[in-house]
């Protein structure tokens, strides 16, 4: 099917490249299901359990609790093997196993946690399965005179740091076996498991075949003192069976008494191996075929034989037998040697197969550059594939292991780890589904979300039982990690199935987003920007962003052009470079990009498709139309000139978008020759269509002067003062606080008053009154306004400013231009010059001014004189937001 979709392809060039998983030559696929999954998950899973634990768990947990421990646990990695079987056969799977499996679904910060966690899983697992295989070496060989087993060479002595001793030989022998490579391993491990049934078919006929017996048990007790147990093999009986039901006691082992979760945890061990397969993902022919065919038939093959053995032993052994002699099986068996081998070759593969899992996860992770320096060494692999250095890496932590010295210490750790990396596995698998991607669709169909939640809790609730201590500590471990990774690894090209998650939420949520159901309670500015140049615009953009107050923030951008002229649309190409502007600048802000004959046209398209339901801009803001210079800001901020930054490390992923590129792609600020984009008329006619189609309009002037906007800044407002004049300046006769427009501007500066960088600015609000007038209602309203800020909540101190100089300069009869209806009023120089010389005079020190933005002109031949009156009013004084406010925003109401 891809070779056809290659054909059909009219744009070779667009069809992307999967990213290299691997700098590293991959190592060849040579193992089928039989040899590559079937016999490593079975032996895996008989391990040390199947001979050396059988009659620990069924004597201390008896027959019942026995057989309910294998159910529960088989139940548990069988809800696994679900989740793992629908992963594996929904795309190609490199090597890795199950961390390949859970970086490529949850992505880098989860994958790389649970990848790391599984890793030490595996290797406390090869640890453990050594010190097993050295308990049945000194059972049988151990120097101790008085040894439970009275056949055999007692030569080897015995003690703590012989233990260690004989572990550390043991590892280095399966160093040397995994150095060589995987292959050699999997050539021999049919012939081991071979070796492991013979040795089980001869504990089964041995149940029949042998007469009863009766032994004396010695363990060495408190005070160097002997203790001798009288126990016996009965063979089939009664009796016997019901003796074995249930009761808990003494572990000669550690001391201790054991319970159902210290007892489950050494069962559940057992279970561990379900991902053997998995882990040689690398080197699997048909991994998606053969990973669920070989992994179910053997855990089918493993529960029948474990449920079978239980019955037996249950049915035939005394339960101080039982419980006082791990090694039990060779005492019974028709020819001891048999189990004696057995228990070599089963503990050896586990422990060789523990450490070539444990390598294969740990060059994965190396390969994917997640721990950095640490780990890189670990990525080196040999002229064949062999990731001989991860080899050793994990080689030296089970070393470590070995130092704890006894089986069943280790065992509640192991377990431990291995249930939270299948709870990472379910999770994986539960949120693909959840997330209803159209690309997920696995093969293998028998599974759904209610199996992964089930397989969630089920390993969460084990964990607890087993031991809460290092439950919780593995939790926090693990959060630990997912922190380290999230604020260090850069971003990856897999894909995050959190991306999907907050998509198929947020649709849902957006439907229930009524528009019909807004309040102007919970009013909040939905901005959208229109930006010609980032380059000019930047400190706008900053500023806006705080302006926001958790609102939609939107960058638009109008592209000149016709698409039946050109051969595609040249805006798509351009998203990925104003969302790299916008990571740079650190603004929660999304993009928005039209192509259109026109930039009003443009702008009113985006005023009217950006944003979805009841998430749509209310809000309009346009930089100045004037004659100013722009400044270049990438120029100014060192994120965008750093020639630091510009060597960025080869492993980030930028989505094709780095330093030069950002630089290259937006063209260089106007300069005072250069042609303009719109015309005045253009510029006036967008702010109208604005406020016809219900938006408010601010008008920012000024901004490139304004500093400490940046997301490195510091600033925290302490310094800055906002300036909110809410008078109509440009019609003394209008003397009215509480229109529309006037509570929009006081509700705008309360919610810049509000963000981070401006809440301890102070803002002061000026009113202007005419003093000489014979008219003194102004000390009423004055005492008016001050009621209306505090039923709105707003911190402000009041300035009068007796403006009747300013006044006198405007000349009310004087005639509009044309004398038509709808002409704006025909200001003259003088009033125009006195009222920027009173908001200079009070306002010069402001940090941000807000002024009252009068309605624009219905004819279009009085946009020019319009811009000229706004210009003018405003020339020198620093950072001004115009607005015009065309919506209620304010509630006195709780």
Not at 172 to 199: D, E, K, M, P
Not at 386 to 396: I, Q, R
Not at 552 to 570: A, E, K, N, R, T
Request: aromatic content about 10%; charged content about 15%.
């Amino acid at each position: 099917l891809t070779a056809e979709l290659m054909k059909l392809n009219p744009y070779p060039d667009h069809t992307p490249e999967p990213p290299p998983d691997s700098a590293s030559p991959a190592p060849p696929r040579k193992l089928n299901t039989f040899f590559g999954v079937m016999v490593p998950t079975v032996l895996s899973m008989f391990s040390i359990v199947l001979f050396l634990r059988t009659g620990f768990v069924v004597g201390h947990a008896g027959l019942v609790q026995g057989l309910l421990m294998v159910i529960v646990a088989y139940t548990i990695i069988s809800l696994t093997i679900l989740s793992i079987c629908a992963i594996s056969t929904n795309g190609a799977i490199q090597g890795g196993g199950a961390y390949y499996m859970i970086s490529r679904s949850l992505g880098p910060e989860f994958g790389g946690s649970i990848g790391l966690m599984f890793f030490l899983a595996k290797v406390c697992a090869c640890g453990e399965y050594v010190l097993g295989l050295v308990e049945a070496i000194l059972d049988v060989f151990g120097s101790d005179p008085e040894s439970s087993v009275s056949e055999g060479v007692h030569v080897l002595p015995q003690g703590y740091w012989y233990t260690v001793l004989y572990s550390s030989v043991i590892l280095l022998l399966c160093l040397l076996v995994c150095l060589v490579g995987s292959h050699i391993y999997s050539r021999t491990a049919f012939a081991i498991l071979l070796v492991v049934t013979v040795s089980l078919l001869s504990v089964v006929i041995s149940t029949v075949a042998v007469k009863p017996l009766d032994f004396v048990i010695t363990h060495q007790g408190p005070g160097n003192q002997t203790l001798r147990y009288n126990a016996s093999y009965t063979g089939f009986n009664a009796t016997t069976l019901r003796n074995n039901l249930a009761g808990y006691s003494l572990d000669y082992s550690t001391n201790s008494v054991m319970s159902f979760a210290t007892v489950f945890a050494v069962m559940f061990t057992s279970c561990t191996g379900i991902m053997a397969g998995a882990n040689m993902s690398g080197e699997l022919q048909t991994p998606s075929i053969s990973i669920p065919k070989g992994t179910i038939v053997a855990v089918f093959y493993t529960f029948t034989v474990y449920v079978l053995l239980f019955i037996l032993v249950s049915a035939t052994c005394e339960r101080t037998l039982l419980i006082q002699d791990y090694g039990f099986f060779q005492r019974i068996n028709i020819w001891p040697p048999f189990v004696t081998i057995g228990i070599c070759c089963a503990s050896l593969s586990a422990a060789m197969c523990a450490m070539i899992g444990a390598s294969r996860i740990l060059h994965a992770l190396a390969v994917d550059h997640l721990f950095g320096l640490p780990l890189a060494p670990a990525a080196v692999t040999s002229k064949s594939g062999n990731p001989w250095v991860s080899v050793l890496y994990t080689w030296g932590l089970a070393q470590c292991v070995v130092f704890a010295g006894q089986l069943n210490s280790v065992a509640s750790l192991v377990t431990v780890f291995y249930l939270l990396a299948y709870a990472a596995v379910d999770l994986a698998c539960l949120a693909l589904e959840w997330a209803s991607a159209p690309n997920f669709r696995p093969t293998f169909q028998l599974f759904s979300w209610h199996t992964c939640l089930l397989g969630i809790l089920s390993c969460l609730v084990m964990m607890f039982v087993i031991n809460p201590v290092y439950s919780s500590g593995s939790i926090v471990l693990l959060l630990l990690l997912l922190l380290f990774l999230h604020y260090r690894s850069p971003t990856s090209s897999w894909g995050y199935i959190s991306q999907a998650l907050i998509f198929h939420q947020v649709r849902k949520y957006l439907l229930m987003l009524d528009v019909r159901k807004d309040h102007v309670k919970f009013w909040r500015p939905q901005v959208l920007l229109m930006v010609a140049n980032p380059r000019s615009s930047c400190q706008l953009i900053l500023f806006v962003n705080q302006l926001k107050k958790g609102g939609l923030y939107v960058l638009g951008h109008v592209q000149l052009g016709d698409l039946d002229s050109l051969p595609s649309d040249p805006v798509q190409q351009q998203y990925n470079f104003w969302l790299s502007l916008v990571d740079k600048l650190g603004v929660k802000a999304f993009v928005d990009l039209t192509l259109s004959p026109s930039v009003r046209q443009g702008t009113q398209h985006l005023l009217r498709i950006t944003g979805l339901g009841g998430m749509k801009p209310n809000t309009l803001i346009l930089g100045f139309y004037d004659s100013c210079t722009p400044e270049d800001f990438f120029l100014q901020d060192t994120a965008f000139c750093d020639s630091s930054l510009k060597k960025a490390s080869e492993d980030e992923y930028n989505f094709g978008v780095d330093l030069p590129s950002l630089q290259a792609h937006f063209p260089p600020v106007r300069h005072v020759e250069s042609p303009r984009w719109l015309t005045p008329e253009e510029y006036v006619g967008i702010i109208s269509d604005a406020i016809k189609m219900n938006k408010n309009v601010c008008l920012g002037r000024y901004f490139f002067q304004l500093q400490g906007e940046d997301k490195v800044s510091a600033v925290d407002g302490s310094e800055r003062t906002i300036d909110v004049w809410p008078l109509n300046l440009l019609q003394p006769g209008s003397r009215d606080y509480e229109d529309v427009c006037s509570l929009f501007l006081l509700q705008m500066a309360c919610v810049l008053n509000m963000s981070s960088k401006w809440r301890h600015a102070k803002m002061r609000i000026f009113l202007n009154v005419e003093t000489e007038s014979s008219d003194q209602g102004w000390v009423v309203n004055e005492e008016t306004f001050r009621e209306l800020l505090k039923k709105l909540r707003i911190r402000a101190s009041i300035k009068i400013v007796p403006w009747d100089s300013v006044v006198e300069h405007h000349d009310a009869t004087r005639p509009a231009e044309g004398d038509a209806a709808g002409a704006a009023p025909a200001l003259s120089e003088d009033f125009l010059s006195a009222v920027n010389c009173m908001l200079t005079e009070n306002s010069s020190q402001a940090a941000v001014r807000f002024l009252y933005l009068p309605r624009p002109p219905a004819l279009h031949s009085q946009a020019q004189q319009y811009l000229a009156q706004l210009e003018a009013v405003t020339s020198g004084l620093g950072p001004t937001l115009l607005i015009h406010g065309v919506t209620p925003v304010t509630c006195t109401d709780l």
